[in-house]
């Protein structure tokens, strides 16, 4: 596959990722409408998933193809995204206000999901499937948790006019838009890669991670700039939990995972980072200049990557 060819691929899964995120949501979010689900719950489970989609799709095709350190690197990379460009930016544009529950219930949990993710790395390089069971079992506890832990809100929300069936068929779409993306998005990375010599993990941590974040940052932006900081900073927060516990949990256990030691650093910078977003939001404020230096880091951790 030439390196053209590769691109196109590349640029053609992330949009067929990106729309198949959007209609996904779209269409879930107006089903759940019309059978009376709370909107709280519907922001909690189904557009966390929606987001999260690409990541998901990817990092199980590259795990299915043997692409292990696109597996890995993919979420490692999408949630230092997420942590420091997209909240980053997000604040830049307006400062975010940190939710009590964020600060004590989701964000502890974010690190420490990531120091068992970097625990596992360490002990041999590995996501075995007993490892990703564990995950998998977190995962659905810290779900019940959060669902258990919100009070039902009694809002309608918006109506939905479109059928159960027009929102069934745009689901469907969406799904296979993603699967289809996830397809397309890894065989051009992989094809990359071997065209230009570089590394899986150097595309998974940054061309891949980057595109796959890419639902994540439009609707972090859009929030912040209409003043819904809960959405904001909470699509962060909840992507990254996804990402580690579900997408690596679900990856590993179809096909067990082994990455290079390199893995490791970037786990534990992802850890680092987990712990610098936590304490510049107990100050109460994500501020314009924390943004400004949270995009910054991100740009030394890319230059970082290329180099080593």
Known sequence: MSSMVSVVCILGGFLLLVKGADWFVSGAS??????????????????AFGTSAPELAVSVTAALRGANEIAVGNVIGSNLFNLLVVAGASA??????????????????????????????????????????ILLLLFACMLTWQLRSTKASHETGTEEHRSGWVLAAVIVVGIGCIVAGGEFAVRGATGLARAFGWSESLIGLTIVAVG???????????????G??????????????FNILCILGVSAVLHPITVAP?????AALLTAASMLFWLAARRGVLSRAMGAFMVFLYAAYTGYLIVR
Not at 215 to 222: A, D, F, K, M, R
Not at 262 to 266: L, N, S
Request: aromatic residues 2%; proline residues 6%; charged residues 15%.
């Open 30 to 47: 107006g089903l759940a409408h019309r059978l009376g689900i709370p909107p709280l719950v519907i922001g909690l489970t189904i557009v």
């Open 92 to 133: 830049v544009l307006c400062p975010l206000c940190a939710d009590r529950t964020l600060l004590r219930r989701d964000l502890p949990c974010s690190i420490f999901a990531a120091l068992l993710l970097t625990g596992m790395l360490m002990l041999d390089h590995n996501i075995t499937r007993p490892e990703a069971i």
């Open 212 to 226: 796959t974040s890419l639902p994540e940052l439009v609707t972090s932006i859009v929030a912040a700039r209409r």
């Open 228 to 241: 819904e900081n809960e959405i904001a900073m909470g699509n962060v927060v909840g992507s990254n939990l």
């Open 262 to 266: 390199t893995a490791m650093i970037d």
